[in-house]
């Protein structure tokens, strides 16, 4: 929808809302963008592999299979100069993940980001190479120039905050938390 002009959002699923109900935090702030608001989100994410620094660009991103699926076509996320790209995934194993990531570093995508976060990769088991997803994506992005915020609560997971695809935002990492602004003219 993006490539047409219109934002889309990366949120709860339909089990979700319907399982955590009208009062759920994320299921409230769903509802609100859904009425115009625009959130602004200050998570407390300490994590060791976290970049800091600001940045300032639109949000694309997603389930990080789905998106790798996409290159190439009219709805190839990765063809923005300035991006902040947000990225989770689920039951992929890690050398799989590291081969998308290679694809993005061998195509100048990461080279074009103005920033990252990192979401929730779930249900996959440490291999020969690496235990933790995260330090194989550390290793990925260890020499990129840009903010990277990791263990961002979006992705299969009950804590999903919306993200307004192709809105434009202000990411902010501190060594204690994340900020991300859709409040960004």
């Known amino acids: 929808m993006s490539s047409l002009g219109i934002?889309?959002?990366?949120?709860?699923?339909?089990?979700?809302?319907?399982?955590?109900g009208a009062d759920d935090p994320d299921n409230v702030t769903l509802f609100n963008i859904l009425r115009g608001s625009l959130p602004t989100y200050s998570i407390e994410v300490r994590h060791d592999n976290n970049k800091p620094?600001?940045?300032?660009?639109q949000l694309f991103g997603g389930n990080l299979a789905v998106l790798g699926a996409l290159?190439?076509?009219?709805y190839d996320m990765f063809a923005h100069?300035?991006?902040?790209?947000?990225?989770?995934?689920i039951a992929e194993p890690i050398y799989k993940v590291e081969r998308q990531l290679y694809q993005l570093r061998l195509s100048g995508v990461l080279d074009r980001i103005k920033g990252l976060i990192v979401g929730q990769f779930t249900e996959y088991h440490p291999d020969r190479n690496y235990s933790d997803m995260l330090d194989m994506v550390r290793d990925m992005t260890a020499d990129l120039n840009i903010p990277v915020a990791y263990n961002f609560?979006?992705?299969?997971?009950d804590h999903n905050l919306p993200m307004i695809e192709s809105a434009p935002v202000m990411l902010d990492i501190t060594p204690d938390k994340v900020n991300l602004s859709?409040?960004?003219?």
């Open 7 to 20: 934002a889309s959002l990366h949120a709860s699923m339909c089990k979700h809302l319907a399982e955590f």
């Open 53 to 57: 620094g600001t940045a300032t660009g």
């Open 71 to 74: 290159i190439g076509t009219p």
């Open 81 to 89: 100069d300035d991006a902040i790209l947000f990225l989770e995934d």
């Open 153 to 157: 609560p979006i992705g299969h997971i």
């Open 182 to 185: 859709f409040n960004v003219h």
